[in-house]
Structures are given as C-alpha cells and as structure tokens.
Nanobody
Framework: QAQLAESGGGLVQPGGSLRLSCAGSGFTLEYNTIGWFRQAPGKEREVVAC????????YYADSVKGRFTISRDNAKNTVYLQMNSLKPEDTAVYYCGADIEAMGISMISDEYNYWGKGTLVTVSS
C-alpha cells in the first residue's frame, strides 16, 4: 500500500529555517513526480515545489523561489523541502503528494494520486 508521511513542521520565527521530509512506503519515490503543496486557513491548496520523475527537473512557485529547495534522497526513499528565510505568509499545512502518471513537472493537485496527512508550519514571532 502506497503511503506518504510528512514530518519536520513546527513553529519558527520569521527569517528562520525548517526542513520538511516526505517519506514514502509501499512505492519508490524516485520513479514518481513528487510535489509539495500548502494550504493556509481559508485558502485553496497551492503548489510550492515539484521534482519530476524523469530527470529531477524542479519547479518552484514564485513566492518561494530562491528561498525553498526541493531534493531527493533515493537511498532513504524521501523527498525534502528545505525552507529558508521563512515569512509569516508561509504559515500553512504542508502536504507532499505523488503523481504516479506524470513524467515531468506536475502543478495540479487534482492530478496527484497519493497524499500525506500534512505537517503544520507556523512562522511567527
């Protein structure tokens, strides 16, 4: 049974850093497009970053470009989201998802097949 599990969220001050982890079980993340999405209260889920299955091409939303980095550790079957220079507007529940049919970047949440339960990131002083 394919499952994803996020971890690493928490409370951090503005300007701080966090690293989120997305651990896969029951399937190999290396062979799938993996995306990080977030959902703030009262807002729709939005894509933050994505890494493709085919050649590990990456995509970042404009709001996080230059501050967030998505990466894979294939030996650990885990995808990370390194978040630096965090801002209060980054506060949200962060989810990782797997699009098992995509070969390239996938930015549409409806196209994702598997999701984790999310991890809360709160940026506040």
């Amino acid at each position: 049974q394919a499952q994803l599990a996020e971890s690493g969220g928490g409370l951090v001050q503005p300007g701080g850093s966090l690293r989120l982890s997305c651990a896969g079980s029951g399937f190999t993340l290396e062979y799938n497009t993996i995306g990080w999405f977030r959902q703030a209260p009262g807002k729709e889920r939005e894509v933050v970053a994505c890494i493709s299955s085919s050649d590990s091409t990456t995509y970042y939303a404009d709001s996080v470009k230059g501050r967030f980095t998505i990466s894979r550790d294939n030996a650990k079957n885990t995808v990370y989201l390194q978040m630096n220079s965090l801002k209060p507007e980054d506060t949200a529940v962060y989810y990782c998802g797997a699009d098992i049919e995509a070969m390239g970047i996938s930015m549409i949440s409806d196209e994702y097949n598997y999701w984790g339960k999310g991890t809360l990131v709160t940026v506040s002083s």
